[in-house]
Nanobody, 126 residues
Framework: VQLQASGGGLVQAGGSLRLTCTAS????????LGWFRQAPGKEREFVAA????????YNEDSVKGRFTISRDNDKKTVYLQLNALKPEDTAVYYCASKSAILTAPIGRTQREYDYWGQGTQVTVSS
């Protein structure tokens, strides 16, 4: 599986972006898909994930209802809508995937994911 992330850019505080991650390969609908981010000098952190069963989970401490993850299995794409952006959201955002059964835990740590995209830079100016 190869993942290609895009949609990052420079935006003012309070603005919005939509990140896109498109996958190649079969059985996309069987994957759990996640977004992580890494700010300069910081460790990579979990942002959000969507299960193959449609369930979602977020890093509520960081996201607090501002971000929304969704998927389109027909397009083999996962989205991350970023609203009300803050300067502290500045980071490289990575998408990741793992194959899972319907009842598998959704996964909030890096080691739980098998495939990673190359990252897309999001910069929020104050």
């Amino acid at each position: 599986v190869q993942l290609q992330a895009s949609g990052g850019g420079l935006v003012q505080a309070g603005g919005s972006l939509r990140l896109t991650c498109t996958a190649s390969g079969p059985m996309f609908s069987r994957y759990i898909l996640g977004w992580f981010r890494q700010a300069p000098g910081k460790e990579r952190e979990f942002v959000a994930a969507v299960h193959r069963n449609g369930g979602t989970t977020y890093n509520e401490d960081s996201v607090k209802g501002r971000f929304t993850i969704s998927r389109d299995n027909d397009k083999k794409t996962v989205y991350l809508q970023l609203n009300a952006l803050k300067p502290e959201d500045t980071a490289v955002y990575y998408c990741a995937s793992k194959s899972a059964i319907l009842t598998a835990p959704i996964g909030r740590t890096q080691r739980e994911y098998d495939y990673w995209g190359q990252g897309t830079q999001v910069t929020v100016s104050s």
